[in-house]
């Protein structure tokens, strides 16, 4: 069965590598991001069943008005990848900008809700869909200077948890998506304000999760039977473990 998805944050990272995976796997997507010249990049790669669309999820009237923006045949989303995402700073609670704060909290929450709340009406019209988050581990433990982006994250899996509450005995499903360590992407650039050295520093020595692994873990839970829900997806890389608590010693 050919899918319609609609992919947030699809002009970078995780989100063009999901979109490539699906139009690959004989999908239709709908790319979704600011940067209109990488879509319409990605478009020329891929062919007509990736559709560009320039959303700033942040725009609170433009999530509102989809689905009913997009031509007629797009409409029906089968499945919503709420991709869209960011991290920015690194310092110590006390000194991070709040305006980075609210960035995060606009983008990461808020752009998920009204994203969802704008489609998932219809998945529950037609009692079939996918909800699939991108969250991170970050919302599952704690680093210094992860405060507010690992708090969206924290959100993301029990906002994702309680949708499925609501949704149960449907089929309109719910992933949250949990990576660790992931290179080749503009993330850690724009969490480093552009600072590519920094960010590059960050990957030396390891061998991270590509996007291409996100793409298949999102490809694995979305091809599962119609009754199959993946509630939560936590992914590392081999080289990356939780823990152990920090103990601070004086002397
Ligand atoms: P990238 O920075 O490579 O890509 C982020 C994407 O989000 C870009 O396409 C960007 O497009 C888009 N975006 C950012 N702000 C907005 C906005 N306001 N409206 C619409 N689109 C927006 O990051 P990754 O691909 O690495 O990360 C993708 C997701 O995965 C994020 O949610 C991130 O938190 C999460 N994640 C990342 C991990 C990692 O280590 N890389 C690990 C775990 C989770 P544009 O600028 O064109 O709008
Ligand atoms: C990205 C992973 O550990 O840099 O979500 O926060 S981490």
Same mark, same amino acid.
């Given at each position: 069965m050919t899918l319609t998805l609609l992919v947030t944050g699809a002009s970078a990272g995780f989100g063009a590598a999901i979109a490539r995976r699906f &139009?690959? +796997?004989?999908?239709r997507v709908i790319a979704a991001a600011r940067r209109l010249e990488k879509l319409d990049a990605l478009a020329r790669e891929l062919g007509p069943t990736l559709l560009p669309l320039q959303l700033d999820v942040t725009d609170a009237p433009a999530a509102a008005a989809l689905p009913d923006s997009l031509p007629e045949d797009w409409r029906e989303v +089968? &499945? %919503?990848?709420?991709?869209?995402?960011?991290?920015? @700073?690194?310092?110590?609670?006390?000194?991070a900008a709040l305006a980075d704060w609210e960035t995060m909290v606009a983008t990461n929450v808020l752009g998920v809700l009204r994203l969802t709340r704008a %489609?998932?009406?219809?998945?529950?019209?037609?009692?079939?869909?996918?909800?699939?988050?991108?969250?991170?581990?970050? @919302?599952?433990?704690?680093?210094? @200077?992860?405060?507010?982006y690992g708090g969206s994250k924290a959100f993301l899996r029990q906002f994702?948890?309680?949708?499925?509450?609501?949704?149960? @005995?449907?089929?309109v499903r719910v992933t949250n998506i949990e990576p660790g360590l992931c290179g080749g992407t503009e993330f850690s650039t724009v969490r480093f304000g552009g600072d590519s050295a920094r960010a590059a520093a960050l990957y030396a020595g390891t061998q991270p999760l590509t996007a291409e692994?996100?793409? #298949?873990?999102?490809?694995? &839970?979305?091809?599962?039977?119609?009754?199959?829900?993946?509630?939560?997806? #936590?992914m590392m890389p081999t080289c990356q473990a939780p823990g152990p608590l920090a103990v601070k010693r004086s002397g």
């Open positions: &139009v690959h +796997d004989g999908h +089968d &499945v %919503l990848v709420n991709n869209a995402g960011l991290a920015l @700073g690194l310092d110590p609670a006390w000194k %489609l998932l009406p219809g998945m529950v019209a037609r009692n079939r869909g996918h909800v699939v988050n991108l969250g991170s581990i970050a @919302g599952d433990y704690p680093y210094p @200077g992860g405060h507010v994702s948890l309680n949708l499925k509450a609501d949704l149960v @005995g449907s089929f692994d996100i793409a #298949e873990a999102v490809a694995w &839970v979305v091809a599962l039977p119609p009754h199959v829900n993946i509630n939560r997806v #936590e």
